[in-house]
């Protein structure tokens, strides 16, 4: 109980500073707000333009004939494509779920027997009597998409599978056309009218295409307003690193050390106030999203299915960045120091995290170390809620990572502060 009412006491005392300084709390709210304002509004036509992406694509190859090599390498041959390839088979559910979680963009499943199918169908469409009997039905390719990816993306994959698939049927169809030309027959027994449609393969198309199918798109504001919540939360390092050290200058925390107050409780003071304020700020960028951008002509934000999966994932965003705060915190020694240590080092790990350039655009590897920053974290999370269809169990990972953070920063935070008490 001692240990409750002081840190109610030190709670109080921090809320009293924070609120004090007027101006630096009303930053902490207009420049998020402003910042996902002005970006949504003019990036929102850009955001359906996107080109010159990579895409991660995954390619369940039960086929090791022809279709199966041939496919799997048209792929794996182009530089907008990485490939990772699975002989064995997978669920429908489970490969979709690999692709609307994000792991992969793309997912193609390329059936047993993909080739011996597509030459029997070849055989009926190419006889040597002209004629055309009812053979083996079109070989089904089964193509998964993220639907995070814009139209326009979708349709470029889905364009160069079939192109890939109408390279295939030709060459089978050439094959058989030789195989004619072996025959007593000739290649004249070969009608044109034969040859005008061979259809080896079922037509890929966009998974989301159909309206009864049609998930939310991602625009602008569901890019930057959960990108720049993030951003203001990391933001709250400089003015809560810069309290600490002035506390630590002007003899506040030697005064502390004669009461009996574990390090634990004077920690849990400054962590309580800006986690309500992380919170408030995630509130008021939603709520700007939903209602505010759409009155000036730009996208409604759409939140999900998921209120509780925005709470988790708000909370455990909050924490990381208090932590990293508390860390700056406990490692400078001036103000100065902490600003522009704390300044840095977020604008960093907010461009490589996917905040200020979508990880879309980015190359291959920028793309594979944005998975390091705990922005990319964040902002993937909350595209598991607004636009994957995602709920808690979706976006638990994320959360987990940063919880992870969170922790380690506290861990650090804390051991570093026992050993600057026991030093002052």
Known sequence: MIALRQLATAIAKETRLIVRDRQALAILFVMPVVFVTILSLALRDVFTERAGATFDVLIVNQDPGLVGQKLTASF???????????????????????????????????????????????????????????????????????????????????????????????????????????????????????????????????????????????????????????????????????????????GSLLRLQSMPVPGWVLLGGKIVPYLVINQIQLVLILAVGVYGLPL?????????????????????????????????????????????????????????????????????????????SPFSWGLEGFLDLFVRGGGVREMLPEAGQLLAFAVVCFVIALLRFRRDWRHD
């Open 76 to 250: 794996a041959n182009d530089r907008h494509y990485r490939v990772t390839q699975q002989t064995g088979a997978l669920p429908d559910d489970e490969l979709a779920g690999l692709v609307t979680s994000g792991q992969y963009r793309f997912a193609l499943s390329i059936p047993a027997r993909a080739t011996a199918q597509a030459r029997a169908r070849a055989l009926e469409q190419v006889r040597a009597d002209g004629q055309r009997r009812r053979g083996p039905v079109a070989v089904e390719i089964k193509l998964y998409a993220d639907p995070t990816l814009r139209a326009d993306h979708r349709a470029m994959v889905v364009a160069y599978a079939n192109g890939a698939l109408r390279a295939i049927e030709s060459q089978l169809i050439a094959e058989r056309i030789a195989d004619l030309a072996r025959t007593p027959f000739g290649s004249s027994a070969v009608s044109a009218p034969t040859l005008a449609a061979p259809q080896l393969f079922a037509e890929l198309a966009d998974p989301y295409d159909a309206p009864s199918r049609r998930l939310p798109q991602p625009t602008s504001v569901q890019q930057n307003a959960p990108a720049w919540t993030l951003l203001a939360m990391f933001f709250l390092a400089v003015p809560l690193s810069v309290t600490f050290i002035r506390e630590r200058a002007q």
């Open 296 to 372: 000036l002509g730009g996208d409604r934000l759409t939140l999900g299915h998921a209120p509780a999966g925005i709470a988790l994932l708000g909370v455990s965003a909050s924490l990381a960045a208090i932590g990293f705060a508390l860390v700056i915190a406990t490692l400078a020694r001036t103000p100065e120091q902490a600003t522009t240590a704390a300044a840095t080092i977020i604008l960093i790990l907010a461009a490589i995290g996917g905040i200020m350039v979508p990880k879309l655009v980015m190359p291959p590897v920028m793309q594979q170390l944005a998975e390091l």
